[in-house]
Every structure is written in structure tokens, then in C-alpha cells.
Nanobody, 117 residues
Framework: QVQLVESGGGLVQPGGSLKLSCAAS????????MGWYRQTPGERRELVAR???????TYADSVKGRFTISKGDANNMVFLQMNKLQTEDTADYYC???????????WGQGTQVTVSS
């Protein structure tokens, strides 16, 4: 079992930057993928960015060139640097991890990001 705790959300103006952090605890050696999803009311949760233990990254097209995902050396932290934020980036952001086994994944409680002037 893995526990995930996000931090770093908040209110930012369009064009601004924000960095989200996620701390993992528990059986962190089992983690293969870590990443971030986001969700707005009435919409499905969507992948924002993902990184695996080999540091291979995946990004949603809507954030490429603006967001950067990274992780700590000990595989117990994942970060999302968000630059050039747009109002469309407003959402609840959820940290995610999985051991690359079908049907197994873990989620944080979410952190709110609001982009507004």
C-alpha cells in the first residue's frame, strides 16, 4: 500500500507559475509510475503528466511545453512545475502512482489549482 499527499495548489493569475509536490510513503519500492491527473466538475479525470522509474515521461498535449514533471531520487516524491498557466488549467489536481500491475493504483486527496485574474 502507498499513501500520497499533495501540496502546492492555490490561486495564480493567467501566465503565472505554480509547483505541485506529492510525497509518497508506505511501500514506495513497488511504485513504477507516478504522475498527475486533473478533474473539473462534471468531467472525467484526465492525465496531465506521468513519469516512470526509468524517467520516461508522458504529457497531455494541452500541457506540453508548459508543464514539467520530475521526481525525487528516492522515488518518494513527484513534482509538477506548471508555467504559463491558463484559465483552462483550473482543476483539482491528483497525485497518482501505480506498480504497473493491472487494477492497482493509488491516489492522493487532491489539491485545487485556480487560474484567474
Amino acid at each position: 500500500q502507498v499513501q500520497l499527499v499533495e501540496s502546492g495548489g492555490g490561486l495564480v493569475q493567467p501566465g503565472g507559475s505554480l509547483k505541485l509536490s506529492c510525497a509518497a510513503s508506505g511501500n514506495i519500492l513497488s511504485i513504477w509510475n507516478m504522475g498527475w491527473y486533473r478533474q473539473t466538475p462534471g468531467e472525467r479525470r484526465e492525465l496531465v503528466a506521468r513519469i516512470n522509474v526509468k524517467n520516461i515521461t508522458t504529457y497531455a498535449d494541452s500541457v506540453k511545453g508548459r508543464f514539467t514533471i520530475s521526481k525525487g531520487d528516492a522515488n518518494n516524491m513527484v513534482f509538477l512545475q506548471m508555467n504559463k498557466l491558463q484559465t483552462e488549467d483550473t482543476a483539482d489536481y491528483y497525485c497518482y502512482a501505480d506498480p504497473n500491475l493491472a487494477g492497482t493504483n493509488w491516489w492522493g486527496q487532491g489539491t485545487q489549482v485556480t487560474v484567474s485574474s
